[in-house]
């Protein structure tokens, strides 16, 4: 088994409803997302899955919510837009994306910060 990542971001506001705190007010983040992927064998030239089509799908995702306001997109209008939310949404729509044999999402890792981030994967 192999397990490969790439690592992307974007810039976001957001504001978590419900939390008594700081984090209640809009504020942004410049996020980071590292994808993991796990491929069960290497295809004809002895790769896993190429790092540039990770990289296209992912961006392809984020471009959805860079520079906006988390909160007034799908699916954050209605759950709150926390690293945990976020890294389980990049998860699900990037398995729609990767239709390959021998390849799945092993896991998502969000980071709003240097020091914080929240990891989503499936057992």
Known sequence: MFELMVETGFAAA?????YKGKCE?????NWKVQVFIQ???????????DFHQIKDYTKEILST??????N???????????SENIAKWVYDSLIKKIDEENVSVAAITV???????ATYYED
Request: glycine content about 8%.
């Open 14 to 18: 957001h504001q978590l409803r419900g």
């Open 39 to 49: 491929v069960e064998k290497l295809n004809e030239i002895d790769l896993g899955m």
């Open 111 to 117: 980071w709003e910060s240097e020091t914080a981030s």
């Open 25 to 29: 007010a809009l504020h942004g983040h």
């Open 72 to 82: 007034e997109i799908f699916p954050f209008t209605q759950i709150n837009p926390s």
């Open 65 to 70: 919510v860079d520079h906006g306001f988390l």
